[in-house]
């Protein structure tokens, strides 16, 4: 089953006031700060703000927000990881985010047709940052001010991450879905691919802590979930029709002669020959809802930095080969660890990661967009094909 790829998207005759509070925008949203912007996923009926949104990620008098827990890549749980599964290295530091600097971007009109296929753009991990998400979107013209669909016939793709980390993955939800519905009525998409942590959160959602077989003893969806920077907030707010959305989602999907996938990984090979088999195997998964299943996926969609070292130009053509497609585009692994460019944990050095944009490797065959926005990094949101 796929997502529609290679669907013309359905019109009808409507306004996109139709469709701003759809049932899945009534989810609770924790109270903003006085004086601050709603989220765009907030739904229209919502109190007017008494002034503009602030472009940084929090409002100038705003409380810090409580702090999330570091993350080396994704941890396993345990003494030892189970076989196979291939998170960062644990000892590598967390820049701290106050590190972070942003610089405002004039967006650059992009050419509406009103016919025919729009301009392709695609979306790093978000990890719960909707303001940096929605300040990313604004920045490529794709929203407009109130955060509604501003890009005609664009297409847009996210790459997966949507939660945890970051204080508001429910809201990130709640944003591409409704910019999806949003996007459809004006002739173009917004569609998005199964991360690992979309995984990880519908098993911590379905199976608690019910025991499954890790490769190396026992572990549950819940335990990784918290350890992997799970959001109470986000679980709270977790409804069926995000269980289901999530639930739905392709892993992979090839757009003008670019592989789209989540993980830098080869793992996709062992659910299917063609883009249809793995995304139907993968569908029909998640709708057994065996627990040690949905494990050995999320295990294996974890694994990580095969088109880095030695060999990994090899391990992109094998893909590209079975799949299609001139260039793999994947998130997952942050940037800056591909590069090796991380600043201590305390940020006394002054150091950060700096990402400029996608990161172009494995021969030039492989695209990073993980920009670490988790770490004092960049959110991505760009337009292919890149021009390097």
């Known amino acids: 089953m796929t997502q529609g790829a290679g669907q013309e998207p359905v ?97 650059e009109p992009h050419p509406v047709t009103g016919e025919g296929r729009g301009p392709l ?4 991990d978000v990890h719960g940052y909707l303001d940096e998400l929605v300040a990313a979107l604004a920045a490529q013209g794709l929203i407009d001010a109130d955060g509604n669909w501003a890009a005609g016939n664009a297409r847009l793709w996210f790459l997966g991450d949507f939660t945890d980390r970051g204080p508001d993955g429910i809201g990130v939800i709640d944003l591409v879905m409704r910019l999806s519905a949003e996007a459809a009525a004006a002739g173009g998409y917004c569609k998005a691919l199964m991360g690992n942590h979309e995984l990880l959160l519908i098993g911590a ?48 999907v090839e757009e003008d002669g670019h592989l789209l996938m989540h993980s830098d990984t080869t793992a996709y090979l062992d659910y299917g020959t063609t883009i249809d088999a793995v995304n139907d195997t993968i569908t029909d998964i998640l709708t057994r809802n065996d627990a040690d299943e949905c494990w050995d996926l999320f295990r294996k969609l974890t694994k990580r930095f095969a088109f880095r070292d030695e060999g990994g130009a090899e391990a992109v053509r094998e893909l590209l080969t079975t799949y299609g497609g001139q260039r793999v585009v994947h998130g997952h692994s ?29 021969d030039g065959l492989a695209i990073a967009m993980d920009g670490g926005v988790t770490m004092a990094g960049k959110l991505l949101v760009v337009q292919l094909p890149l021009h390097d």
């Open 121 to 124: 753009f695609v979306v790093g």
């Open 334 to 362: 942050p940037i800056p660890y591909l590069l090796g460019e991380v600043g201590t944990e305390d940020g006394e050095d002054g150091s950060g990661p700096v990402v400029n944009g996608p990161h172009v490797y494995a």
């Open 205 to 252: 959602k379905r199976f608690s802590d019910t025991p499954v077989n890790s490769g190396a003893g026992t572990a549950t969806f819940q335990a990784a979930w918290l350890l992997n920077g799970g959001q109470k907030s986000d679980m709270d707010r977790l409804q069926d029709v995000h269980l289901q959305w999530m639930s739905r989602l392709d892993a992979v």
């Open 11 to 107: 019109v009808r005759t409507a306004t996109l006031r139709d469709f701003r509070v759809p049932p899945y925008a009534q989810t609770p949203v924790p109270p903003a700060a006085p004086g601050a912007a709603p989220h765009p996923s907030v739904p229209s009926h919502a109190p007017a703000p008494t002034a503009p949104a602030p472009h940084s990620s929090v409002p100038p008098h705003a409380p810090a927000p409580p702090p999330h827990l570091p993350h080396p890549g994704n941890a396993a749980v345990g003494d030892e990881p189970p076989e196979g599964y291939t998170p960062t290295e644990r000892d590598l530091p967390v820049i701290n985010r106050g590190d972070t600097v942003k610089t405002e971007t004039v967006p």
